[in-house]
């Protein structure tokens, strides 16, 4: 009889593989996915860059290269972490991922035994969640509010808790919440992680997506310790298919990250990062992502403003200063995963928010992204939510 | 205090990534990669590819696609294995990965607990024992001769070993001997594994670089409890700077992979595989493959035939019948890891044996690969290693 290792028992269910597979189907208008709009994709640059990279270097392009990525790739990347998130790095500290999911799956890797403890948000990104349960973890959720994770129970949590391995977090438009944490918080989160020396994963897909205010510092840029490892991506503000990520940490948390990547693939394709890297060469990457601001900014502001009209004063939802998402709250006694059969009957889809809880029970929120949908798509589904939700109050 | 995790004990050493970086110094001749040759890669065909998947359908290729990998391109790979394996399958069976490196890590994930026993042919894979060694088991190694492993021995193990949870063979063209399991080894293989009902990780990266005698079936061909689970890629037939790979193996089994594929890095990259499977669209691989197989058979030759001219008597090698490596075993007194040394004074660089035996021990042999060196090349390091060998005989 095959005999699976323990590990299996925790990753049955597959939400995410699901969503995938819903927003694959034309009829469905999907708030579902965290996808990029394709028409904003730079589809001719990258078919330039593409054709001069077979050019230039094809036989390099097709060939194996280095575990931690091609220096070039990693010179851009550290030097964009500077200018975007005043964090002052170099290519010796980036390791190249495919994708920022595969950082996360490294992350628990290279911190986590089973039974250890690792710390997320309250909800938290379920594909981080889903990628840190293969090492059989044990979750506890710190509670949040409107200005991100709440210090005190932080402190709490950590005063009474022995294994905490690691402190996952989405400072910036936080996924599914899109949220983001005031500097106070920073400050005070940087304070208590210095005290307790625990390494923390500071996820950031979305920090250049900011649509108003104040950018924040990167809690990796206030690390003094050594204690933050960043994880960036360019799936948000260039592609996602050609999965390229990064990790950003320190001298001896990274070279244990590179040990993982050479066991998990060798390394990431050669060819997208020579593409992508040309691809920053010929053009600029800050003039296309300030492209995808304003859409993503114009979209934000119709599904709002969609939410406003069509929804009952009984769902309350968060307004993001940018990122992807926003997050909507139902009374208690509404049940998100049944009521999203009600609304796939209408052909609108969400992810309901008990799936960005590990340790489960609050059924009664959902994710909605506006990113990947037009302004009537948007305020098509948006209405046939509030329909849908309307139907479901007491 | 930063804790890392236990597994990370086990992955101090880095062989592989040590040699990536060998190679990458061009004032040495390298034989100790298994890099495919550059001047072979159809960079011009890959070109037209990519160009054609932009403009045919540049978004698509630019955005995060299903976990499972592209179904064209699974289709292809299914029709494959049927014609040159003899396997029967079909595209539902097949899960892309990135590189069959990542379906080496993914074996590990899916069936091995800490402590867990992994049967190996003895030498194997230093990639892949690095590979599972993230799942902290124990290496049992099985001997093995020019017909490949000894199915006596591998009974004996198994009637006095509980906890097997895989067995990780290469029955083709072996990395690193080059030697090919017999027919009749084969068979006996799978009756042995039916009756135990042990999974069978079958890893065939090089099994259409056959360059005489007849193809002998795939385990996964034989197979008939569906415990055979099948590592391909496109790295040493295409191009391996993709990172294209797939798992082929029944229902139950491949979910498994699937859910670990998610959660490590959600799919590999879209734009790729679109490529890869254009290429196979609009070009022969067949014809390719004929093109490969004719000029590593011709420097197979090669360094044969240097090796007999320059090596002392007291150098025992194979004669592959295909693949890119030969193994060579010198007298026990000398110690290869040592000599490599000496060899690097010389330009030259194989890969010493002891990192092919995951319990460590022999250290009197060593890879080289034939398939990356120009004829020159080839016989100039084949002569410098032969003097260095004679002056290392006692």
Known sequence: MVRYAQRMDNLNSSDIGDLLKLIARPDIISFAGGLPAPEL???????????EVMDEMGRVACQYSSSEGLMALREKIAKRMGDKNNIKTDAEHILITSGSQQGLDFSARVFVDKGDVILVESPSYLGAVNAFKACEPTFIEVPTDDGGMIMEELEKILAATDN???????PDFQNP?????SLERRQKF?????????PVIEDNPYGELRFENDDMPALKSMDTKGLVVFL???SKVMVPGF?????CAEDEILAKYSRIKEGADLQSATITQLQANKYMDMY?????VSKIREIYKHRRDVMLKAMETYFPKEAKFTYPDGGLFTWVELPDYINTREMAAQCLERKVAYVPGGSFFPNGGK???FRLNYSGSSDEKIIEGVKALGEVIKANLK
Chains 1, 2 share one sequence.
């Open 164 to 170: 905490v391995k690691m402190i996952y977090v989405i």
């Open 232 to 234: 960036g991506t360019l």
């Open 177 to 181: 919440t899109g949220r983001t944490w």
């Open 41 to 51: 994709f730079p589809v001719e640059e990258l078919k330039a860059a593409g054709m």
């Open 363 to 365: 059924e009664n929120c």
């Open 190 to 198: 940087m304070d208590i992680v210095n005290k307790h020396e625990i």
């Open 284 to 288: 600029s990457l800050d003039d296309h």
């Open 243 to 247: 999965r390229i990520g990064w990790v």
